[in-house]
Each structure stands twice: as structure tokens, then as C-alpha cells.
């Protein structure tokens, strides 16, 4: 079966890793570059994007990390983890470096301005398709407030001041979400992934 790695320098790592067992694949906790091998995916959790990128350079992880993506890895991140995904970033230290596999222009702490948390019910495609919706939890969440020609918009907030935000994309193997469906119990968002980490996997026999 497939393996897929949460990054775990910071952040709410053992909800992923419980969420992905609940997958049923084996889900294991990655800080060196040694650990990104034989990955057949990785997430990046929520938890703080500047951290995460200081910790990325000590633990010496960018450019592996970089590398390893750039040859194809699946990846999934959730909030930080989307910001850390992105190639543009807007409202961050100007040092904070991030991984580039995700053509979006993220703002952090967007919804921020309004209220630090909140929930709504989601249609995200491919994912809720002819089903209920997701209930989507955001905490200090970024928006993708600009999508490149290869980004597939999956979701986008409904109602409410933010409506109409795009809140989850997904551009060839690289899922990102604005919020934390490990929290939640609902598994549908994760299995996506795990479904497309398979697929993959057998696409390359
Ligand atoms: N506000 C955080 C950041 O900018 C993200 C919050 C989260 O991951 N829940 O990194």
C-alpha cells in the first residue's frame, strides 16, 4: 500500500497522520531528508507558514522538499501548508521562503480582517460531488486571492463577506485547502488525496 508522509516541524501533525490511517495507508511523521524517501505523498499540516519556513531552513528540508516535489511528489496542504505550497504570498515576512509547486497567489490570515475562526458548508469539487457538503473549518485561513491557468479551482467560500474566495485548488498532484478537514472527522478530503496518490502509483506500476 502507499505511504504518505506528514512534514512534522510544527503544526497539528498527529490529527493528519490519524486522519490518513483512518485511510487506511500508512502515515508516518517526516523532519530530515532521508524520510522523503520512498514517499508516495506528503502533507503539509496547518500550524504557523513563517515557522514552518524557518524550521523548513534548519532542518536543512527547502531544497529537498523543493526538489522532490518538482519530480512529482503528491502533496497536500492545508492552510499553512497551502501557504508554504504556493509560489506567491502576500501579507508575510519578507525571509520567509516557501516551495513553489502551486501556481496561486495565497493571502495569509485573510479572513483574519473579519473574524479569526469560522465555519460554513463547502461544495468542493471532485470531492462532494452529489453528496452533502463539507463543513469547512477555518482558523487565521489564507485565500487564494489569484489562480495561473493550470489551477483547478476546487472550492470557493458561498456566503457570507468572503463570498466567492477560492479556498481550495488543485493543480495536477499538489492539493491545497484554506481550512482543516482533520479536525472535523470527515474524511472525504483526505481519501481524495490518498485516491490520487494511488492513482499515481499505479500510473507508474
Ligand atoms: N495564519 C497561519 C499562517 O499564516 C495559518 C493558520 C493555520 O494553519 N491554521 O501560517
Same mark, same amino acid.
Given at each position: /500500500?502507499?505511504?504518505?508522509?506528514?512534514?512534522?516541524?510544527? /503544526?497539528?501533525?498527529?490529527?493528519?497522520?490519524?486522519?490518513?490511517?483512518?485511510?487506511?495507508?500508512?502515515?508516518?511523521?517526516?523532519?530530515?531528508?532521508?524520510?522523503?524517501?520512498?514517499?508516495?505523498?506528503?502533507?503539509?499540516?496547518?500550524?504557523?507558514?513563517?515557522?514552518?519556513?524557518?524550521?523548513?531552513?534548519?532542518?536543512?528540508?527547502?531544497?529537498?522538499?523543493?526538489?522532490?516535489? %518538482?519530480?512529482?511528489?503528491?502533496?497536500?496542504?492545508?492552510?499553512?501548508?497551502?501557504?508554504?505550497?504556493?509560489?506567491?504570498?502576500?501579507?508575510?515576512?519578507?525571509?520567509?521562503?516557501?516551495?513553489?509547486?502551486?501556481?496561486?497567489?495565497?493571502?495569509? %490570515?485573510?479572513?483574519?480582517?473579519?473574524v479569526e475562526s469560522f465555519e460554513t458548508d463547502l461544495q468542493c469539487? /471532485?470531492?462532494?460531488?452529489?453528496?452533502?457538503?463539507?463543513?469547512?473549518?477555518?482558523?487565521?485561513?489564507?485565500?487564494?486571492?489569484?489562480?495561473?491557468?493550470?489551477?483547478?479551482?476546487?472550492?470557493?467560500v458561498g456566503d457570507g463577506p468572503a463570498a466567492g474566495r477560492i479556498?481550495?485548488?488543485?493543480?495536477?498532484?499538489?492539493?491545497?485547502?484554506s481550512f482543516h478537514p482533520e479536525v472535523t472527522g470527515d474524511l472525504?478530503?483526505?481519501?481524495?488525496?490518498?485516491?490520487?496518490?494511488?492513482?499515481?502509483?499505479?500510473?507508474? /506500476?
Amino acid at each position: /500500500g502507499a505511504t504518505i508522509g506528514v512534514l512534522a516541524l510544527q /503544526g497539528d501533525v498527529r490529527e493528519h497522520l490519524q486522519t490518513l490511517e483512518a485511510c487506511g495507508v500508512r502515515a508516518v511523521p517526516v523532519r530530515r531528508e532521508r524520510e522523503l524517501r520512498g514517499l508516495d505523498g506528503l502533507v503539509l499540516p496547518g500550524g504557523e507558514s513563517t515557522t514552518m519556513s524557518r524550521l523548513l531552513e534548519v532542518f536543512e528540508l527547502t531544497e529537498p522538499l523543493r526538489r522532490a516535489l %518538482n519530480d512529482g511528489l503528491p502533496a497536500y496542504g492545508s492552510c499553512a501548508g497551502m501557504i508554504l505550497l504556493a509560489s506567491r504570498i502576500l501579507d508575510t515576512r519578507d525571509d520567509a521562503t516557501h516551495l513553489d509547486a502551486l501556481d496561486i497567489t495565497v493571502r495569509r %490570515n485573510a479572513f483574519g480582517r473579519q473574524v479569526e475562526s469560522f465555519e460554513t458548508d463547502l461544495q468542493c469539487a /471532485g470531492i462532494t460531488t452529489g453528496d452533502a457538503p463539507l463543513r469547512a473549518v477555518f482558523i487565521r485561513a489564507p485565500w487564494v486571492e489569484q489562480a495561473g491557468p493550470q489551477v483547478q479551482v476546487l472550492a470557493r467560500v458561498g456566503d457570507g463577506p468572503a463570498a466567492g474566495r477560492i479556498v481550495a485548488v488543485r493543480q495536477s498532484d499538489v492539493l491545497a485547502t484554506s481550512f482543516h478537514p482533520e479536525v472535523t472527522g470527515d474524511l472525504r478530503v483526505h481519501r481524495y488525496f490518498v485516491d490520487l496518490v494511488q492513482g499515481r502509483r499505479k500510473k507508474e /506500476g
